[in-house]
Structures are given as C-alpha cells and as structure tokens.
C-alpha cells in the first residue's frame, strides 16, 4: 500500500479522538492498523519509544509523520518499529545522564553547605572576642573610676583646708573626670551600638540561610523526586521492550549503562543522607553562634 504524507496526515486526524493534535498508543496502533500494519504488544512499545522524545506518553503528528516517511518506506514491519532498540539504549543512557546529573547537584549542595558551617563557626570566635575586648574595657572603667574616686577623696581633703591652690586643682580634677566619664560614655554607647548591628546583621544572615536553605531542599527533593519516578517509568517501558532482536553486544552495552545508573544512584543515596547531616552540624554551629551573641549582650549589661 503506498502512502503519501496527506494520507498520513489525514489518517492521524481521523484517530485524533479527542482532536488534541496528539495521539496515545492505543491510538497508535489503530492508525497503524489503518494502514495495514499490525504492531504486537512489544513492537506498539518500540514505536512509542522512538516516537515519544520526551517521556510524555503521547506523539504529536509531525514526528508521526516523519517517522513513518523516513524509517518506514521499506516497511519490513516499520523498519524493525524504526530500529526500537537503538531508542532504548539512547534512552537509558539519558537515564544514566540525569542521575550522573543530579549527583553532581547534590556534590555543589554539600560544599556550600560545608562553607556556611565554616562562615558560623568563623562568626562565634568573632562573637566570644568581641565580649573578651567588651570585658577589658569595663575593667579598665572600673580601674578609672576607682583612680576618680580617689582623686575625689583627695580633693576633698584638700578642700578642707581652705587653700586656694586646692580649690583650683579640684577644678581640673573635676573637668578630667567629666571629660573622662564623656569618653566612657561614648566608648559604652559605640560597643552597644557595634553589638546591636551585629545582632541585627546576625540575625538577618540567619534567616536569609534558612529560607534558602528551605526552598532549596524543598527544590532539590521535588526535582529528584520527579526524576525517580521519570527513570521509573522509562524503566518499565524499557522491561517491556525487552525482545530477541536484540543483538548480544547490544544488551552488554545496556547493562553497563544500567550499572552506571545504579552507581549514581547509590551516590546520590549516601550524599543525601551526608547533606542531612551537614545540616544538622550547620544548626548546632548556630546556636553555638546564638549563645556566643547571648554571651557577649550579657558581657554589655554586667
């Protein structure tokens, strides 16, 4: 029977039940039918896989059309269902590429995981120096205000006596210590202040980490979520497609494949469970970066 690409076309229209413009594979076989040639389970399988690029479970016209016009001229059964087995190898070894894939996404996942637990950790020994130097400095006020006191005494014995001299050097005594208890002042408000920005920053830091943190897990697992039951689903349609024709050589080159499939897999596997407990190292890291914060707000107030 000759075929021309109108009869192509208008037949792919005709089995277009719902006139989607695209076409399922029991919709398939009775075009095929129409056109006088009957698939078998397995070959209906091969067709659909050399015709369904990406996994859809349905073919539009255009690749109908040009399968047939290109792969089948000859027939000899559609040309072997245009060479089924060769799709399948291509099949698995796109198979092989996503988990290879999805292990190096999750290789850039655990190092920046690694280099946020650095930066906190980086953070706290900023935070417990930053309350060693706030420390110092209120024992060096204590130090000055006792040395005032002091000197306060002193004037005020003075005083007692009545001597002009005195009164002048209380005065000095008495703008020293003012100008002193405004350079305290102003030494307490700048640390309060440091500290206060760096809770804020701290704080801001934290949350942007979690969200992303959040959203990017939320991602990753939805995208590998749907690539496993994607790789299922090819894997079952693969089983199915399993036939003599074959060739030996063929078949080791599919398992090779399968096996390195398998192995990215099983890194994907152990870098999950890696990644979760990076996590968990992170958390800690931040509450240890939390405390040290609380540490150096008490230091302020004591």
């Known amino acids: 029977m000759s075929v021309t690409q109108a009869d192509l076309e208008s037949g792919f229209d005709k089995f277009d039940k719902d006139a989607s413009g695209k076409m399922d594979s029991n919709e398939l076989a009775a075009l095929c039918a129409n056109f006088n040639v009957t698939l078998s389970g397995s070959e ?87 309350a060693g130097e706030i420390s110092s400095l209120k024992k060096r006020n204590a130090e000055k205000r006792a040395e005032m006191d002091a000197i306060q005494k002193e004037n005020d014995d003075m005083r007692m006596g009545g001597s002009t001299q005195n009164l002048e050097r209380s005065k000095r005594d008495r703008q020293a210590r003012q100008r002193s208890g405004e350079e305290m002042l102003r030494e307490k408000r700048n640390a309060a202040k ?80 890696e990644e979760e407990r990076l996590i968990e190292k992170l958390r800690a890291t931040q509450d240890k970066q939390r405390k040290a914060y609380e540490g150096l707000e008490k230091a302020l107030k004591e």
């Open 44 to 130: 209906l399988n091969d067709a659909m896989s050399a015709l369904d690029s990406n996994g859809s479970g349905k073919i539009d016209k255009s690749e109908f059309v040009e399968w047939w016009s290109s792969g089948v001229k000859g027939n000899q059964k559609l040309a072997t269902v245009a060479k089924g087995g060769k799709n399948e190898m291509l099949a698995a070894k796109r198979e092989r590429q996503r988990a290879e894939g999805d292990v190096q996404l999750l290789m850039n996942r655990l190092k920046h995981l690694k280099m946020e637990e650095e930066r906190a950790r980086k953070k706290i020994e900023e935070t417990n120096g930053r």
């Open 194 to 273: 440091q500290l206060k920005d760096g809770r804020t920053n701290n704080e801001n830091a934290l949350r942007q980490q979690k969200n992303a943190y959040q959203a990017a897990n939320g991602a990753m697992r939805d995208q590998i979520r749907g690539r496993r039951l994607e790789v299922q689903a090819q894997r079952k349609a693969q089983q199915d497609a399993h036939e003599a024709h074959l060739a030996r050589q063929k078949q080791q080159q599919l398992e090779q494949e399968r096996y390195a499939t398998d192995a990215a897999n099983a890194a994907i596997k152990a870098m999950e469970a």
